[in-house]
């Protein structure tokens, strides 16, 4: 295996004993448990831990030492497997979302058994994608741009593994939970209290490796793209255990009840789900624009000033936007006014960001037409900025009166997750699987143009039917007759809008081919891997041994 | 300005710092005056929290993301009002452990719900929506009709008592008495449950079959109850209207 060539014997031994307090952890949470969903997690801990063990065990007898060498590389291994995670989650997390899409057209496909019922689907494709697909990508791109920015190796060999697979682990109990009918119901926090715990034991390690790893960097500057992670990192970690405080109702049932309620849980609910956009959806992937764009497009970034203004801003005023998912609602009138006002004042950073990302491609808007890699992160940086001026908007009180509870905030939520986040994950994957897998370009070239058509067009579609479906639906809602009374009843409206679900599936799934087919062409360049050394890699600093 | 930036971008620990206090504020200026504030939350004379039967039905309601489709929070629109009746009160969630005011609205609102409709229309609706609605496009959800697993009521009552919903030792003691004792009105069990949760609370059997108590029973006995734990939000409105 080549994933644990480049531990030594020492470290695989670790690793070893690292997997047996999995396989420990495993059986703990299944004897306690005994049944339902924390039982079969507890299975699910203990097979991955055997797996590891005996990968781990036969490394030690069959394969070599590493060679010294490796120091004086970049320890690229783990990202690699972050990238292949990045791809399976991409998959599966749109193929969930183009089912969900197609069944709200056709409920009657709804199989009569429970697992896969619309309610179960919707966290599996949520939690997939931004988790699964988002986080993998944010994992493993964070690991080469601090290595690359720092031009030192990861502070040690094994933590990167730990974070990665421990992660994807978190990934899988949460989907395979939502299918058991395991779920706290709060929107993109639905994962139950051992997983959430779990989740902090990786965070943690994460944090701690990529503060080690800045401290053996040889710049002595931080570079922007760097802030950006951190950002994520902490303010994540923040948000994730404020909003999960809870209290199981007994060890074993892997249920439990939030500590808050009401008013104060909605408003600490959109704390956490307003910067979850904040710092997950968009920090993070902030981070992968200011590394991958101006390295592909070889210019360096248009303002130092503009990229500390905009970090800034997003990092303050973000996180008093929250409040503008409970307009009209039982929440305190200043707390919805404070919200909306941060929220118009966040255009400023965020079409800070989005102009700086554009600005630095004056000079090689060639380079733009004719490699689509860099035309993937351009529209990346122009849905960005559309999305955030929408967001903005829909933030307006007598606006969201409108919009809110409609799929205008789903065309909304689409436009920056298809737009944006996803379009600058591809991007970045185009330009790091040939690098990280030593081959000059993509095994397919043409096929990275067919993706980038496939992927606008499925993302023109989706957004637009769904303005077309918001706008009509608030519309029809709020429709009164001359003899006041209203015009509609809510049926209608549901029918009003199966053109739009049709349309919308249909977009879905050409965004899905495209996802597909870059899988399918990554996995194409991974089997070829060659030996080639990436030349225009900055060279690392040899580091005295620890 | 900028050359503090320029020092502080080579401090790690610096900029995680400067990092977290930045991003402290504005969450914690909006959120502590809603615990500090009386007025946010004024629990009304006449709530009750959920009894046992319905709180079994919401956690399958959580379970079967009932909550993707359906908001539970009317808010003060004209036209809200209208469709749905009187906006929803702060109080009205002050027991919900988390609440479920939703953020899409595929399916209409059901803070209201509560004697809307019969518990057979429910019933019928919930096994296949489109013997009801012709064009819905709710799913179906047949397996309801299974057996209610009462094991962790009792636990459950005793956490939300924790977190200070007003259940009483009494209550989480005849816990799972209770929630069959309300599907069987002629039952023995069924005047205790009159006597801790009050005369109002509806005591039938919900799913028309008298023998089992089934998921249907908790899911019909939780729609029921919403928008009836108190009349504080219709008296408001009565009061607005004059
Ligand atoms: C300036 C930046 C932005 C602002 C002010 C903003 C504002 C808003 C508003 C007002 C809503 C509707 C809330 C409601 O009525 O329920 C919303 C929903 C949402 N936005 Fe944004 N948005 C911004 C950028 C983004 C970006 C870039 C993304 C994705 C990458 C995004 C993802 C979402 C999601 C996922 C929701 C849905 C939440 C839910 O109801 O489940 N937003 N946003
Ligand atoms: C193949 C493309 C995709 C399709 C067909 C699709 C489809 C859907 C559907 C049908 C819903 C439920 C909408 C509703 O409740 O009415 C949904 C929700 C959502 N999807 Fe996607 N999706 C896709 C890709 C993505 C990606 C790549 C992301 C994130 C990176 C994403 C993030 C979300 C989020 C955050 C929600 C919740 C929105 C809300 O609560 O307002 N989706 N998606």
């Not at chain 1, 999960?244 to 609910?269: C, K, R, Y």
């Not at chain 1, 992927?455 to 029809?476: D, F, R």
């Not at chain 1, 009843?489 to 597909?516: C, N, Q, W």
């Not at chain 2, 636990?155 to 799972?176: C, F, H, K, Q």
């Amino acid at each position: 295996m080549a994933m644990t060539s480049t531990l030594t014997s020492t470290e695989r031994q670790i690793g070893m004993a690292l997997s047996i307090l999995l396989v420990c952890l495993g059986l703990v949470m299944a004897g306690v448990a005994k049944q339902g969903p924390m039982m079969v997690h507890g299975g699910m801990a203990v097979a991955l831990g055997l797996v590891l063990v005996f990968v781990l065990g036969g490394a030690l007898y069959d394969q070599p030492e590493p060679s010294p060498e490796r120091l004086t590389q970049y320890d690229d291994a783990p990202i690699r497997f972050g990238i292949v995670m990045t791809l399976i989650w991409a998959v599966a997390g749109m193929a969930a979302g183009v089912w969900l899409a197609a069944l709200m057209y056709w409920p009657e496909a709804t199989p009569p058994w429970p697992a896969t019922s619309y309610g179960r689907l919707r966290p599996v494709h949520t939690s997939g994608v931004i988790f699964g697909f988002g986080g993998n990508a944010l994992i493993a791109t964070s690991l080469y741009v601090l290595q690359r920015t720092s031009r030192a190796r990861l502070a040690d060999a094994l933590s990167p593994w730990f974070v990665l697979i421990g992660f994807n682990l978190f990934c899988v109990w949460a989907a395979t939970g939502y299918v058991m009918g395991q779920t706290q119901s709060k929107e993109y926090a639905e994962p139950e209290w051992y997983a959430d715990l779990w989740l902090v034991l990786v965070w943690v390690t994460y944090f701690a490796l990529y503060i080690r790893t800045l401290a053996r960097r040889a710049e002595p500057h931080i570079y922007v793209a760097n802030w950006y992670y951190m950002a994520f990192i902490l303010v994540v970690a923040m948000l994730h255990i404020v909003n999960n405080l809870a209290i199981p109702v007994t060890w074993g049932a892997g249920e439990s009840f939030t500590i808050w309620s009401g008013v104060q849980d909605a408003m600490i609910q959109w704390w956490y789900g307003h910067n979850a956009v904040a710092f997950f959806l968009t920090a993070g992937f902030l981070g992968m624009l200011y590394y991958f764009l101006p390295v592909r497009a070889e210019r360096p970034i248009w303002s130092y000033r503009l990229s500390i203004l905009s970090f800034w801003g997003i990092v303050f005023f973000y996180m008093w936007a929250g409040s503008h998912h409970l307009h009209y609602t039982a929440l305190p009138y200043w707390v919805q006014t404070l919200g909306m006002t941060f929220s118009v004042m966040l255009l400023v950073p965020s079409w800070a960001s989005a102009g700086n990302a554009i600005a630095t491609l004056n000079g090689a808007w060639h380079k733009v037409r004719d490699d689509a890699t860099l035309r993937f992160m351009f529209v990346a940086a122009v849905f960005y900025g559309l999305s955030t001026f929408e967001g903005s908007f829909l933030a307006i009180r007598p606006v969201n009166s409108l919009s809110h509870y409609t799929d205008w905030t789903v065309g909304h939520v689409h436009s920056g997750t298809l737009g944006w986040v996803a379009m600058i994950v591809f991007g970045a994957i185009y330009s790091l699987v040939p690098k990280l897998w030593g081959r000059e370009d993509m095994a397919w070239p043409r096929a990275v143009e067919w993706h980038f058509w496939l992927a606008v067009t499925g993302t023109l579609i989706y957004v637009v039917s769904l303005w077309n479906a918001g706008i009509t639906q608030g519309l029809m809602w709020r429709a009164y007759d001359e003899g006041g009374a209203l015009s509609y009843s809510f049926i209608e409206s549901v029918e009003a809008m199966l053109p739009y679900y049709a349309a919308r599936t249909l977009g879905g799934g050409l965004f899905l081919a495209g996802a597909l087919l870059c899988a399918l062409n990554c996995r194409a360049t991974m089997c070829a891997a060659g030996d080639r050394v990436d030349v225009s890699d900055r060279p690392l600093v040899a580091q005295p041994a620890e | 300005m900028l050359k503090l930036h320029y020092n502080l971008e080579k401090i790690s620990m610096g900029l995680v710092g400067a990092i977290i206090a930045v991003a402290s504020v504005g969450g914690i200026v909006e959120i502590a005056p809603l615990f500090t504030i009386e007025e946010t939350v004024e629990i009304p004379a006449d709530m009750r929290p959920h009894t046992p039967l319905e709180l079994a039905g919401r956690e399958i309601y959580i379970r079967e993301g009932c909550y993707a489709c359906h908001s539970q929070m009317v808010r003060s629109l004209a036209d809200e009002l209208d469709r749905y009746g009187p906006y929803s009160l702060a109080a009205e969630s002050a027991y919900d452990h988390p609440m479920l005011w939703g953020s899409k609205r595929t399916g209409p609102d059901l803070a209201r719900i509560g004697g809307k409709y019969s518990d057979s229309w429910h019933m019928a609706h919930l096994i296949d929506p489109r013997s009801v609605i012709p064009v819905s496009i709710m799913p179906a959800y047949p397996w309801l009709t299974r057996a209610l697993d009462t094991r962790l009521i009792e636990d459950s009552l005793a956490t939300l008592a924790r977190l200070g919903v007003p259940y009483d030792a009494d209550m989480i003691e005849n816990a799972t008495a209770d929630a069959l004792a309300q599907s069987r009105p002629d039952s023995d069990g069924a005047e205790g449950v009159r006597d801790r949760y009050g005369e109002d609370v509806p005591l039938r059997d919900f799913d028309g079959d008298p023998d089992r108590l089934t998921e249907m029973d908790a899911v019909v006995a939780y729609l029921q109850s919403l928008g009836t734990l108190t009349g504080e939000a219709r008296r408001l409105m009565a009061e607005e209207d004059e």
